[in-house]
């Protein structure tokens, strides 16, 4: 028996590599079966579930946020069982792995796209044959070859989880920080073939879909089919993900994206920065003008945008990313997601390492902890200006009260607040509502906003979201007769 397994962030999370190497075990797909865990439980309880049905082979999916865990998990299955053959394989361990303790405990290793490669190597160990080397390193499959993923979402998944997809794959832009800096191109998917595919997912009631594709408008003819197939299948609950490429948004695709009703489409676009010594640093190519103003017509045009920026580039400091946080706050971003720079392991940001100080965390998730412009100090309240942005920025609860939050300078504002949020609070997570809603009453009271534009301000938000809750001091004063 084989067993496919990953430890997702959560649980509404499913492991589309697993389905893919389940789709491509050929004869072998009946001795084969998927497990998924989360990193919220026990490495011990894993183990006992994993080793249940006493697998001859497990093989995990290992990823940056799962790779502390998953090293336990492996570690616990050596120490009971060391005749369960242990495979690696994912992202996490496919560069810079000879001093991995997972790859050390583990029994073989794919790196890069194993799909093709999982198979083989599952068939060589049961026949007795085992290959004679540990690190298996899988060329890039052509795409045709690779057998689809999407039967093998299960009922549960398609009630209950999130329906990753994939129309094409790699990146044809260099950006150092992503490890998709290392493809040579973009290639898609036979379209006829994964829109049949899509048309199956949606009969079985699937209606948010969630594109991984990296690039997903570079090819503007396959994206316009791929718009039209789902525009054709438009209802009260289809949600749809993209991630943009943000200057490239010819009229056609504008035409297309119009068409679509609110609440259809969510774009995920990656700003990263605006100033462009530090994007030409980083090998980034993007048309700042045409960027911001292709925000603005799809914010103008009923589009959800989660708009990224990474905190602690090279060479950027504190007031040039507060440019560009400022900007996409003025173009009135429904979303902007707050990054600290990572150093994925392969990725080409590490050339940067000794020209700028950059210092990393040794431990997943590798974020950055200071570099030659930003100390360790600054980089720690930037984590939890993170944090709190995520908190009440991008919870869509502060809608009337974020403006007095932020005034006229967004940024220094509300890293203010979150310095002040975290010396009275001493936590940056288990914040709940209520008190969250009187800590920013306290802080606008602080500040010197008028006591009673805050508490109408709250009391909008705080009756627009719907809450069961009962905050007294935010309920409006009973009308005397």
């Known amino acids: 028996?084989?067993?496919?397994?990953?430890?997702?962030?959560?649980?509404?999370?499913?492991?589309?590599?697993?389905?893919?190497?389940?789709?491509?075990?050929?004869?072998?797909?009946?001795?084969?079966?998927?497990?998924?865990?989360?990193?919220?439980?026990?490495?011990i309880d894993i183990v006992e579930e994993l080793l249940t049905n006493r697998p001859?082979?497990?093989g995990f999916g290992v990823y940056i946020w799962n790779v502390r865990e998953t090293t336990e998990v492996v570690t616990l299955i050596k120490a009971v069982s060391p005749e369960t053959l242990i495979i690696l394989g994912g992202p996490e361990v496919s560069y810079e792995w000879e001093e991995q303790k997972i790859v050390q405990q583990a029994d073989y290793l794919l790196t890069g796209m194993s799909e093709l490669e999982f198979a083989p190597l599952c068939q060589q160990l049961i026949s007795g044959n085992p290959p004679p080397q540990k690190v298996i390193e899988c060329s890039v499959p052509a795409l045709d070859q690779i057998e689809m993923p999407y039967d093998f979402y299960s009922d549960e998944d398609i009630a209950n989880r999130v329906i990753y997809v994939e129309a094409s794959r790699g990146c044809p832009f260099k950006c150092e920080f992503c490890l998709s800096a290392l493809d040579k191109t973009s290639w898609p998917f036979n379209l006829e073939q994964f829109l049949a595919a899509m048309d199956r997912l949606?009969?079985?009631?699937v209606?948010?879909?969630?594109?991984?594709?990296?690039?997903?408008?570079?090819k503007v003819e396959t994206t316009l089919k791929i718009l039209s197939f789902f525009h054709e299948r438009v209802d009260e609950k289809l949600h749809l993900h993209f991630e943009l490429v943000p200057d490239h948004l010819p009229d056609q695709l504008k035409t297309s994206i119009a068409r679509f009703p609110s609440g259809v489409l969510q774009f995920e676009i990656?700003?990263?920065?605006?100033?462009e010594e530090v994007q030409q640093r980083i090998s980034r190519r993007q048309d700042n003008a045409k960027s911001l103003a292709n925000l603005d017509w799809l914010r103008s045009n009923r589009v959800h945008i989660?708009?990224?920026?990474?905190?602690?580039l090279p060479g950027e400091t504190l007031e040039q990313f507060s440019h560009s946080f400022n900007e996409l706050v003025r173009l009135g971003m429904p979303e902007i997601q707050v990054g600290i720079l990572k150093r994925l392991r392969g990725s080409p940001i590490a050339r940067h390492t000794e020209a700028f100080n950059?210092?990393?965390?040794?431990?997943?998730?590798?974020?950055?902890?200071?570099?030659?412009?930003?100390?360790?100090?600054?980089?720690?309240?930037?984590?939890?200006?993170?944090?709190?942005?995520?908190?009440?920025?991008?919870?869509?609860?502060?809608?009337?009260?974020?403006?007095?939050?932020?005034?006229?300078?967004?940024?220094?504002?509300f890293l203010k607040f979150s310095d002040w949020l975290f010396k009275t609070t001493h936590q940056t997570h288990k914040i709940n509502l209520d008190r969250l809603f009187r800590l920013i009453f306290e802080w606008l009271e602080v500040t010197g906003i008028e006591s009673g534009i805050s508490l109408t301000k709250l009391r909008?938000?705080?009756?627009?979201?719907?809450?069961?809750?009962?905050?007294?001091?935010?309920?409006?004063?009973p009308t005397k007769q």
């Open 56 to 58: 001859r082979i497990i």
């Open 358 to 413: 950059m210092i990393y965390n040794p431990l997943p998730p590798y974020n950055l902890l200071a570099n030659s412009t930003i100390n360790f100090g600054n980089m720690q309240r930037l984590s939890r200006f993170a944090r709190y942005w995520e908190m009440i920025g991008n919870s869509g609860r502060f809608a009337q009260s974020l403006p007095l939050l932020l005034g006229d300078e967004p940024f220094s504002q």
């Open 460 to 477: 909008a938000d705080f009756k627009a979201i719907g809450s069961g809750r009962i905050i007294k001091w935010l309920q409006p004063e």
């Open 306 to 312: 989660h708009a990224d920026l990474i905190m602690g």
């Open 207 to 218: 209606r948010r879909f969630k594109f991984v594709d990296r690039t997903f408008n570079l």
């Open 202 to 205: 949606y009969r079985r009631g």
């Open 1 to 43: 028996m084989i067993t496919l397994t990953t430890l997702n962030a959560r649980y509404s999370h499913t492991s589309m590599g697993l389905r893919y190497l389940i789709a491509n075990m050929g004869e072998l797909i009946p001795q084969t079966t998927i497990t998924e865990f989360t990193i919220q439980q026990r490495p």
């Open 270 to 275: 990656g700003i990263q920065t605006l100033n």
